[in-house]
């Protein structure tokens, strides 16, 4: 079982429009969300994350909205840049427990200039 | 920016031999995690030291991986027996505890290809 989902698989954007990713979890313990940024060839760099107990973080052009009733978080890049394009992922953790990171499949995200 | 290192970047290794892969953790970090990720899909968690100690892995690690942290620089992860379905992107983060979450930083990884 997926305990992690995120759509769409793959995602491209022209330069400047928003993209949006989303994401959606089956553990209502989980109460802690990264967001992770991978580029071909690197490791995942953590590009922003929210708690459970907020419904928005907002850091730069990067936003995530979460939604707690439904299980639901998307993130948001506005203005995209073509240096945008690359994998993302959702992550959640129990902040309580080890904080091992149940990861989702990932979204592919090309931004056209 | 954070700075967890991984040695070697690239590991080949024939089907049946041994294979070891280290992680510098960010100085000051307590937890470390091991992940594997296969063909840039999901991350799949293996194994968490915290102050050095296992504290959980998956039944996997257990039966033919072998990982330790001897000192608080210095974590390492063994194959023992390699299999192709090892071949993966290893990756090493360490975390630091902040209000209830832990925010993990990755480091490069060390890509193994077992032939």
């Known amino acids: 079982q997926q305990q992690v989902r995120q759509s769409p698989q793959s995602l491209t954007v022209w330069e400047g429009e928003t993209a949006i990713l989303n994401c959606s979890y089956e553990n209502s313990a989980f109460d802690y969300f990264p967001w992770y940024q991978q580029f071909p060839g690197e490791g995942p760099a953590l590009l922003i994350a929210i708690r459970s107990v907020s419904d928005k973080k907002e850091d730069g052009r990067f936003t995530i909205f979460f939604n707690k009733r439904e299980k639901k978080l998307s993130l948001h890049i506005t203005d995209s840049q073509p240096g945008d394009s690359a994998t993302y992922f959702c992550?959640?953790?129990?902040?309580?427990?080890?904080?091992?990171?149940?990861f989702g499949h990932g979204t592919i995200l090309r931004v056209h200039p | 920016d954070a700075a967890v290192t991984q040695k070697p970047r690239y590991l080949i290794k024939m089907k049946g031999q041994e294979a070891e892969m280290k992680c510098i953790p960010e100085?000051?970090?307590?937890?470390v995690f091991w992940y594997q990720q296969k063909q840039s899909k999901e991350l799949k968690f293996l194994i968490y030291f915290q102050n050095q100690q296992p504290l959980d892995q998956i039944d996997m690690v257990k039966e033919r991986f072998s990982a330790v942290c001897p000192s608080s620089s210095l974590c390492s992860l063994g194959i023992r027996t390699c299999e192709a379905e090892d071949s993966a992107l290893y990756l090493c983060s360490s975390s630091t505890y902040w209000g209830g979450a832990r925010e993990q930083y990755f480091g490069p990884g060390t890509r193994l290809t077992v032939l």
């Open positions: 992550a959640a953790s129990t902040g309580a427990n080890t904080g091992k990171l149940t």
């Open positions: 100085k000051g970090h307590t937890a």
